[in-house]
C-alpha cells in the first residue's frame, strides 16, 4: 500500500499512520533508483505501509522530517519518526534499517 502525505493533508493523516516514508523530488536519479529497491522491498514485505513525500510539493512536511537532502527515509510509528537515514540502499539494508527502528 502506497500513501501520498502532502503539506496539505499531513496534519490530519499523519498522526497514527506507521510504515516507511520516502522523501524525493521527482526528477532525483537517486531517488528513482531507490524506487526500484522500495518496489522489491514492499514486494517482500506487504504489510509495510510506503509512504511517499514530494520535497519539491511539500517542503514544509519534508522538513518537519528531517529531510534535508534525498532520498531520505524515515521509519514512522504512530506519527513519529522513529529513525532516519539518507541514500541508497538495498533491500537487505532497508529491511534491516527498518525492522530494526
Known sequence: MSILL????YKEKMPGLSGLVMVHKP????????????EKFTAAYPQVSLIQVDSI?????AGLLGA???PALCVLK???VAARKIGIMNVKDLAAFYFSA
Open 6 to 9: 502532502t503539506d496539505a493533508d
Open 78 to 80: 504512530n506519527g513519529t
Open 27 to 38: 526528477l532525483c536519479p537517486n531517488c528513482k533508483a531507490m524506487e526500484k529497491v522500495l
Open 68 to 70: 534535508e537532502r534525498v
Open 57 to 61: 510539493a511539500s517542503p514544509e512536511l
